[in-house]
């Protein structure tokens, strides 16, 4: 398990939120994906992706983007230690910890070039 920098993972959840769609037809364009020490966000015509410092290379997962940017918020100010991959998804700090579920599969976000 590693840990995040409050600030480095607010300032990525900040650059996706722009891109992500509130409302979709399509949606796993509402989440978000982790994979490789990145998370990627999509509306189908623009992609973003933004790399973070200590984000686990081994964490390939899917998981909404309204629920990533609530937890971090609720997470304000501490370290956070984050782990899982596949359908679990962990952001821990202090006493606090929460695990988002996954409800999409990483095959079927749609492709980053």
């Known amino acids: 398990m590693k840990t995040v920098a409050y600030s480095s993972l607010m300032e990525a959840v ?3 939120k722009k891109i992500v769609p509130t409302k979709s037809s399509l949606p796993i364009t509402e989440c978000v994906l982790i994979q490789q ?3 990627h ?3 189908l015509d623009n992609t973003v992706s933004v790399f ?6 081994g964490i390939n997962t899917v998981v909404s983007f309204k629920e ?8 304000k100010g501490c370290d956070i230690e984050i782990s899982g991959s596949g359908a679990r998804f962990k952001l821990s700090s202090g006493k606090r910890s929460f695990m988002i579920k996954s409800e999409h599969l990483v095959e ?3 492709k980053i070039l």
Not at 52 to 57: K, T
Not at 68 to 75: A, F, H, I, N
Request: a negative charge.
């Open 41 to 43: 966000v999509t509306d």
């Open 108 to 110: 079927d976000f749609p």
């Open 37 to 39: 020490g990145s998370m």
């Open 14 to 16: 900040n650059i996706l």
């Open 68 to 75: 990533l940017e609530k937890v971090t918020k609720r997470l």
């Open 52 to 57: 973070i410092d200590n984000l686990p290379i």
